[in-house]
């Protein structure tokens, strides 16, 4: 199925202008999601603002919004107020500068956008990505819209153009605020642990080898609830992990015949005990009629 453009804009730098496509790059609607159910019924329930002072249902009608500059005290904005304050949407992705690609640190990355070129910017648009891709750089600049400003990226990719918002200076903590000891690191111990690094390296990254494994799990136990099925639930692993010589460890990783793919969760440093099988004898939650309507995927 052709993908569908959510919006349309310009993107600009010096005196060229390029009309593009902006596509959704992620699919968040595949999450799964679960709703909240009157227990004694199965019915879904609605949610209620109650005030905190009166302990009453407050209608939408006279919701306001205020920002709390002190403990408990707050200033009142109206609709119009806020809305003088958003920022106009101008359709338009201004480039103010080009950096090479790895100055702008991953942290700093939000939301991901497709481009694609719309009517007039075929030509503009494959010159933007191929100079980008050639110079090794990417686009900075500033869009409007839904009433905000965000910076963004704009990086080539082999088949065309990422927009990628990113966060601002203040969103983004400094990992100095983390206090990370001084470690020294012997060189047998670096040696060994850049071998089990060269024999677990991979080219390239490859997401279809990674699967989340707790979602696919959900949906096969929704799956027999909505069938009828009982479910058994795996008893969690008894204890903590037992941490054994570092040197050891790696030596026995580089030993051990490297997997075909590196897990997500990198070489394992530590021994577990094994989790112990569901019990079979112990009953099971028996799915009712009203769980059918109780979970369903996001649209």
Same mark, same amino acid.
């Given at each position: /199925?052709a993908a569908?453009?959510i ?5 600009s730098?010096?005196?060229? #202008?390029i009309?593009?496509?902006l596509? #959704? ?15 004694a019924?199965? #019915?879904?329930?609605?949610?209620q603002?109650?005030?905190? &002072?009166?302990?009453v249902?407050? *209608?939408r009608?006279d919701?306001? &919004?205020?920002?709390?500059?002190a403990?408990?005290?707050? +200033?009142?904005?109206?609709p119009e ?5 958003e920022?106009?949407?101008?359709h /338009? ?6 950096v090479?690609?790895?100055a !702008?640190? =991953? ?6 956008y ?5 009517k ?6 494959a ?8 110079s090794?750089?990417?686009a %900075?600049?500033?869009w ?7 910076i !963004?990226m704009?990086?080539?990719v082999e088949?065309?153009l990422? /927009?990628q ?7 983004v ?5 983390l206090?990370?000891?001084?470690t020294?690191?012997k060189?047998?111990? %670096? ?7 060269e024999?677990?390296?991979?080219d390239?990254?490859?997401p279809t ?8 799990r959900?949906?096969?136990?929704v799956?027999k609830? +909505?069938?009828?099925?009982e479910?058994?639930? *795996? ?8 941490v054994?010589?570092?040197m050891?460890?790696?030596?026995? #990783?580089? +030993?051990?015949?490297a =997997? *075909?793919?590196?897990?997500?969760s990198? =070489?394992?440093l530590?021994?577990? &005990? ?13 799915? !009712?009629?009203?769980?059918?309507k109780?979970?369903r &995927?996001? *649209?």
């Amino acid at each position: /199925m052709a993908a569908r453009s959510i919006a349309s804009l310009t993107v600009s730098f010096g005196l060229v #202008s390029i009309p593009v496509k902006l596509f #959704s790059a992620t699919e968040a609607s595949r999450a799964i999601s679960f709703n909240l159910l009157h227990k004694a019924c199965g #019915s879904r329930l609605k949610q209620q603002y109650l005030c905190i &002072k009166e302990e009453v249902p407050v *209608a939408r009608e006279d919701m306001v &919004k205020g920002y709390e500059f002190a403990k408990d005290q707050y +200033v009142i904005f109206s609709p119009e107020e806020l809305k003088a304050l958003e920022e106009a949407g101008t359709h /338009m992705a201004e480039i103010t500068e080009f950096v090479p690609i790895d100055a !702008v640190d =991953p942290v700093y990355f939000d939301k991901a956008y497709y481009l694609g070129p719309d009517k007039g910017g075929a030509k503009p648009f494959a010159l933007l990505a191929s100079a980008l891709r050639e110079s090794k750089r990417c686009a %900075l600049g500033r869009w409007a819209a839904r009433g905000k400003q965000y910076i !963004v990226m704009i990086r080539p990719v082999e088949d065309g153009l990422v /927009m990628q918002q990113l966060l601002y200076a203040g969103e983004v903590r400094s990992i100095k605020d983390l206090e990370i000891p001084k470690t020294e690191v012997k060189d047998a111990e %670096l040696k060994l642990a850049k071998q089990l690094i060269e024999q677990q390296a991979s080219d390239t990254f490859d997401p279809t080898a990674y699967t989340n494994e707790v979602a696919a799990r959900i949906e096969a136990a929704v799956q027999k609830k +909505v069938e009828g099925e009982e479910i058994t639930l *795996a008893e969690a692993p008894e204890g903590g992990a037992q941490v054994i010589d570092l040197m050891e460890a790696l030596r026995a #990783s580089l +030993v051990k015949k490297a =997997p *075909a793919r590196a897990k997500a969760s990198g =070489p394992e440093l530590v021994t577990r &005990k094994p989790p112990k099988r569901a019990q079979q004898s112990e009953p099971a939650v028996v799915a !009712v009629p009203a769980a059918r309507k109780g979970v369903r &995927k996001k *649209a």
